[in-house]
Nanobody, 119 residues
């Protein structure tokens, strides 16, 4: 059974930092596209970042967020710096076979972790 488990969310002030983790089991993360999406209250789920042999970021987080992977731990991270109130959302880890910014192409999802940035 393939499973993704996120952790690391929480409450932080504007300008602060958080690091999210996504631990994969039942699937070797380095063999798949791993991505982070987020969904704010009342809004659609949106792409944040993905990692394969390279990394791709949404324009809204470029220069502030960094996605990385630890193959030995089968874990993907999202380092979030200079956080803004508009970054407040539930953050989801996802895994798929095709490199894409479309949530529809990812077949395994974590349960999500809440990130709240206070102003």
């Amino acid at each position: 059974q393939v499973q993704l488990v996120e952790s690391g969310g929480g409450l932080v002030q504007t300008g602060g930092s958080l690091r999210l983790s996504c631990a994969a089991s039942g699937r070797t993360a380095s063999n798949y596209v791993m991505a982070w999406f987020r969904q704010a209250l009342g809004k659609e789920r949106e792409f944040v970042a993905r990692i394969t042999w390279n990394t791709v970021y949404a324009d809204s987080v470029k220069g502030r967020f960094t996605i990385s992977r630890d193959s030995a731990k089968n874990t993907v991270y999202l380092q979030m710096n200079s956080l803004k109130p508009e970054d407040t959302a539930v953050y989801y880890c996802a895994s798929g076979s095709r490199s894409s910014s479309s949530a529809a192409l990812y077949d395994v999802w974590g349960q999500g972790t809440q990130v709240t940035v206070s102003s």
